[in-house]
């Protein structure tokens, strides 16, 4: 009954929103026939209501090793704030026995755009980790799937090293408080009124003994003028870490905003694990999503006089070498990974005027978009507690995952098979 049901999902697709887009121009016409829609990858979905499945943000490892299991939490309410009561469980889908879910715990600290921060432990075949919160802290469990044997770090963590020995996080109570929909409920910001605190900033955390060490602070990067403006008057705070792909730096966002106003202003800083060596990497002050390459190169969303808006490649280097990618066919903002070997960028966009978020692959060498598939996103799913698609791909590169509501069950996960276009 369920493949059936995929079935009649993929036909009405094919017949409803793919012609929709394509007419209004959401996806690009391919071959001389151009009445002819693009041959779609197949998908299928692994998840079910009643209760909604989703995994969240697009730069954590959501696969095992060995592609067999796709890691997701569970939720049974949408179209809110989560409150300091609310529990997701955490969980993971069996794609080699009928999308078998299988749940491993439960989390108190979670947001709708990035979870709870469940990933794979890298270079890991059987951990998990995601965040919690335990009386009046955040913590972090760490959990063999097979033996159930877990252990809980005193702190929260963010992003995980490639080897999957240490963490950086950011002050997720700060974070929720100016930033709601990405931090946790449930503790409420010391510093509140404090613009730019010394003690608050990037911890790093030892995933062995839990140690957490304070290495970059807001008011030490407050420090660092912003040719644009006056940084002592607004309020500051960090948002989206990620290690690079050896290890040797870290990427973060250093954001502020004075008093009421609307909107934030946007720095993008690397340094190294330690926190020292600081670099501002853009500071053009509206960086977006972004993606290392590789140990020296970060993909973005941001601003430059070059070209304005578009995806640029930065070299992590103070006033380094800036380069457009796809000008014309990555012309919208969206969330952007590598797949293994660096030849194909996935990516996503925002809802477009008929509500679609299309979902596709760009050649980097070829100059080429190829779509996998547009998704309606209904009006409901707005603001703090809309549902991006956020694609992940697998070790192997031939599968990826979606969040996504398009057929009236909210929020599940979809599995896109690529491998007939990456090979």
Request: with cysteine.
């Amino acid at each position: 009954m369920q493949r059936h049901t995929s079935m009649l999902t993929r036909r009405s697709f094919l017949k409803t929103t793919l012609p929709a887009a394509l007419a209004a121009g959401a996806l690009p016409r391919l071959g001389p026939a151009a009445q002819d829609p693009p041959k779609l990858p197949p998908v299928r979905q692994i998840t079910h209501g009643p209760k909604h499945h989703w995994f969240a943000y697009y730069d954590k490892l959501e696969f095992d090793p060995t592609c067999h299991y796709v890691l997701g939490m569970e939720v049974d309410f949408e179209h809110r704030s989560p409150g300091p009561e609310d529990v997701i469980k955490v969980g993971m889908v069996d794609l080699a026995d009928g999308d078998k879910w299988i749940e491993l715990g439960e989390s108190r600290a979670w947001c709708w755009q990035q979870g709870c921060m469940l990933q794979w432990r890298p270079g890991s075949r059987s951990e998990v980790l995601w965040n919690d919160r335990q009386g009046d802290r955040f913590v972090c469990h760490i959990l063999d799937v097979f033996t159930r044997q877990k252990r809980t770090l005193p702190h929260p963590v963010y992003t995980v090293s490639p080897d999957g020995r240490w963490a950086v996080a950011p002050d997720f109570t700060r974070l929720n408080d100016v930033r709601p929909g990405y931090g946790y409920t449930g503790l409420p910001d010391k510093n509140r009124d404090v613009l730019a605190p010394a003690d608050s900033g990037i911890f790093r955390i030892d995933l062995e003994d839990g140690r957490q060490d304070l290495i970059v602070s807001l008011a030490d990067v407050v420090k660092i003028p912003f040719a644009k403006g006056d940084l002592s008057k607004a309020k500051h705070w960090f948002n989206h870490l990620l290690v690079n792909t050896d290890g040797t730096r870290f990427e973060f966002l250093h954001r502020w905003r004075e008093g009421d106003k609307p909107g934030f202003t946007t720095r993008m800083f690397t340094a190294g694990p330690d926190g020292s060596d600081l670099r501002v990497i853009d500071p053009s002050g509206s960086t977006s999503h972004f993606i290392w390459r590789d140990p020296r190169h970060i993909l973005a969303w941001s601003w430059h006089e070059s070209h304005q808006w578009g995806f640029y490649l930065f070299e992590d280097k103070t006033d380094g070498k800036v380069e457009i990618v796809g000008k014309d066919v990555m012309a919208l903002n969206g969330h952007c990974t590598y797949l293994p070997g660096n030849q194909w960028i996935l990516n996503d966009s925002y809802p477009d005027k008929d509500r679609n978020q299309n979902v596709y692959l760009y050649h980097v060498a070829g100059g080429r978009r190829v779509p996998l598939g547009s998704f309606h996103s209904p009006p409901e799913y707005k603001g703090e507690w809309r549902c991006d698609t956020h694609p992940r791909y697998s070790p192997d590169g031939r599968t990826v995952i979606i969040d996504s509501p398009h057929t009236g069950e909210g929020r599940q996960l979809y599995r896109i098979d690529i491998s007939g276009i990456v090979g």
